[in-house]
């Protein structure tokens, strides 16, 4: 069954280091996502990716986050300067569409930042 | 605001009884339900959804739940459950036609299955 793989699988950074979490979608789906979840708290939605731009993001996504498709396969999350409380689990996502057409959204097994 | 609340932390069960793990929802319009897990060290995996149609969903490993409007609720239900079931489990809804794209997600449900 394909699946989302998201590398790596746990990451520990300095605080101001830049970070690259990297996500390979499913391979025909065209929405791409990130959520993350804090530990002990509720997943939040990152931000949503369609046809090479953003096509929404939360109040978490400031401009310390950004996104890129750089080829054709992968997606990845780019934190410029890491902050203690950017230690979570990032989830990278895909879906064949849309969301608010009811499409299932699938998700990869997560990346383990910690910034010390 | 949109929301979901599953009203238990944590849900024990003895292997071969039925589970039930609740999740009752606060939105704007007609909600589209779904049901993840996540087993330990795992991502989120997807294990049914409620669109339209029959109020009754099945979905995956024999897991069943069932849209209530009335209630507004979306309770995951297994009649017989195994030791692997358990895992952490998360409702999430999403609003079709709203502006924002993204599920909402409930804290989580822990399910403990014992032998």
């Known amino acids: 069954e394909p699946e989302v793989t998201q590398t790596p699988s746990h990451q520990v950074t300095q605080m101001g280091q830049e970070v690259i979490l990297r996500c390979v979608p499913i391979?025909?789906?065209?929405?791409f996502y990130w959520y993350r979840q804090i530990l002990g708290q509720k997943v939040e939605f990152l931000v949503s990716?369609?046809?090479?731009?953003?096509?929404?993001k939360s109040e978490i996504f400031d401009d310390q986050f950004s996104v890129e498709r750089p080829d054709g396969s992968n997606f990845t999350l780019k934190i410029r300067s890491t902050k203690l409380e950017d230690s979570a689990m990032y989830f990278c996502?895909?879906?064949?569409?849309?969301?608010?057409?009811?499409?299932?959204?699938?998700f990869g097994e997560g990346s383990w930042l910690t910034v010390v | 605001a949109q929301s979901v609340a599953q009203p238990e932390d944590q849900v024990n069960v003895a292997e071969g009884n039925p589970l039930t793990v609740k999740c009752t929802y606060s939105?704007?319009?007609?909600?589209?339900l779904f049901w993840y897990v996540q087993y330990p060290n795992r991502g989120l995996q997807f294990l049914l959804k409620?669109?339209?149609?029959d109020n009754l969903v099945k979905g995956s490993y024999g897991f069943e739940a069932e849209f209530n409007k009335s209630q507004t609720s979306f309770h995951l239900k297994k009649p017989s459950a195994l030791v692997s079931d358990s895992a952490l489990y998360f409702c999430?809804?999403?609003?079709?036609?709203?502006?924002?794209?993204?599920?909402?997600w409930g804290a989580g449900t822990k399910l403990i299955i014992k032998p």
């Open positions: 990716f369609y046809n090479n731009e953003i096509s929404e």
């Open positions: 391979s025909n789906h065209l929405y």
């Open positions: 939105v704007s319009g007609n909600p589209y």
């Open positions: 996502a895909s879906s064949e569409h849309r969301d608010n057409s009811g499409n299932t959204i699938y």
């Open positions: 409620y669109i339209t149609g």
């Open positions: 999430a809804v999403r609003v079709p036609m709203d502006s924002n794209y993204q599920l909402i």
